[in-house]
């Protein structure tokens, strides 16, 4: 007989952990009384599987700055969804090396068609500007390019006439979450893609199905 778990609603998945015997691994969000929590989720019977869901329940704590309750049940401080960014923040855990240490990712990366590095800092509230490490005129495109990517991974809000800056509604910082998707953000499209793509392949497999 199958076992059935309200686990609430499956909103990322991963069909093939490469790190750990290619068990499906998904995360599901349900609705807290202070707002929306996250649970990630495997059916595999695999000796070790609850090893692997709590290293991602740290890798998530410590690259998102997300806290967790009973359960192991994940949360931002301010108790926002922000479903989209914490969908790659999933996806970019269940990449990780568990034999190398978590660290949250540095709030700046070399960005190749800029050639300089790209600088992000906070500005509080929950607000974010985008600079580079020169000034000339292909730097301050990429500025706009890799600011909008950004928003577009967070979910955040740009005011009109400001290239530079993104923020996010709840107007709480969310530093290692934005220097998580900074990585990102200079091809926006191929991170979309990428998370099309795995929501596309499988499903969760039963029980039965991971021994």
């Not at 695999?46 to 949360?75: N, P, Q």
């Not at 989209?84 to 978590?102: G, H, S, T, W, Y």
Request: glycine letters at 8%.
């Amino acid at each position: 007989m199958g076992l059935t778990i309200d686990l609430g609603r499956r909103i990322e998945l991963v069909p093939m952990d490469s790190h750990f015997h290619d068990i499906s691994v998904a995360l599901y969000s349900q609705a807290h009384d202070q707002g929306p929590a996250y649970k990630i989720h495997t059916y595999s019977s695999i000796d070790g599987a609850d090893g692997r869901i709590g290293f991602l329940v740290e890798a998530m704590k410590t690259l998102g700055s997300m806290e967790s309750i009973a359960d192991d049940l994940l949360h931002f401080s301010c108790w926002s969804a922000h479903e989209f960014a914490v969908k790659r923040l999933f996806l970019e855990a269940c990449k990780l090396d568990p034999n190398q240490q978590i660290q949250a990712k540095p709030q700046q990366i070399f960005d190749k068609k800029a050639e300089c590095d790209m600088l992000v800092t906070s500005l509080g509230q929950g607000q974010y500007q985008i600079s580079a490490a020169v000034t000339d005129k292909k730097a301050e495109s990429r500025i706009s390019v890799i600011t909008r990517g950004l928003a577009k991974l967070g979910e955040m809000d740009m005011e009109e006439g400001i290239e530079n800056r993104a923020g996010f509604a709840c107007g709480t910082p969310h530093d290692p979450l934005v220097s998580l998707l900074l990585v990102r953000a200079p091809n926006v499209r191929a991170a979309i893609r990428e998370a099309e793509a795995a929501a596309a392949r499988g499903v969760l497999a039963a029980p039965s199905s991971q021994e």
